[in-house]
T-cell receptor, first 116, second 109 residues
Framework: DAGVIQSPRHEVTEMGQEVTLRCKPI?????LFWYRQTMMRGLELLIY????????DSGMPEDRFSAKMPNASFSTLKIQPSEPRDSAVYFC??????????????FGNGTRLTVT | KNEVEQSPQNLTAQEGEFITINCSYS?????LHWLQQHPGGGIVSLFM???GKKKHGRLIATINIQEKHSSLHITASHPRDSAVYIC???????????FGTGTRLQVFP
């Protein structure tokens, strides 16, 4: 099992550019979560999916952020246009379906985004 | 006030010492997670518990639902235990995790 795979590991971009972060969850996991980690705010949930359907996106900062999960094995988090305050580490995590509150979360290694 | 509070924020120890990290929460929860984040940034789930106590190697996690409090203990600490430890509460009836701000542990040889 390869675990949760995120790409890229590092992304440096200029303000105003579009950024796309990618995540491949563990096969068979029906829940997928996108988190953001900053020094100031720690880990925050942005959005999560259940069976590819977005369930709660109340953590998405603003309309510049969007997330999709076109199939069970792939999800993207897009920022357009990016701003320096979006600089953070973005984590994707997945868990199994039966009882997500009772299942351990498996995290990817994160994408460190720097917007200059 | 954060819904999930951890203490201490920073902790240093000598190799071999017994470590305790505390987590208090103010929301109704269905489960509580303890996570470990190493300097390289990766996050690993250590424990998930909703009652009682769990043990894995030198790590022990306990939770007291009535007091809304959980502790993570490390026995015979080792420099490789140096990491940030994060508790996260799964709020009742939702699938949302609320994270504590983390405890940075450094264990010196």
């Amino acid at each position: 099992d390869a675990g949760v795979i995120q790409s890229p590991r590092h992304e440096v971009t200029e303000m105003g550019q579009e950024v796309t972060l990618r995540c491949k969850p563990i096969s068979g996991h029906d829940y997928l979560f996108w988190y953001r980690q900053t020094m100031m705010r720690g880990l925050e949930l942005l959005i999560y999916f259940n069976n590819n359907v977005p369930i709660d996106d109340s953590g998405m900062p603003e309309d510049r952020f969007s997330a999709k999960m076109p199939n069970a094995s792939f999800s993207t988090l897009k920022i357009q246009p990016s701003e320096p305050r979006d600089s953070a580490v973005y984590f994707c995590a997945s868990s199994v379906r039966e009882s997500s509150y009772n299942s351990p979360l498996h995290f990817g290694n994160g994408t460190r985004l720097t917007v200059t | 006030k954060n819904e999930v509070e951890q203490s201490p924020q920073n902790l240093t120890a000598q190799e071999g010492e017994f470590i305790t990290i505390n987590c208090s929460y103010s929301v109704g929860i269905s489960a509580l997670h303890w996570l470990q984040q190493h300097p390289g940034g990766g996050i690993v789930s250590l424990f998930m518990l909703s009652s009682g106590k769990k043990k894995h190697g030198r790590l022990i996690a306990t939770i007291n639902i009535q007091e809304k409090h959980s502790s993570l203990h490390i026995t015979a600490s080792h420099p490789r235990d140096s990491a940030v430890y994060i508790c996260a509460a799964f709020t009742y009836n939702t699938d949302k995790l609320i994270f504590g701000t983390g405890t940075r542990l450094q264990v010196f040889p």
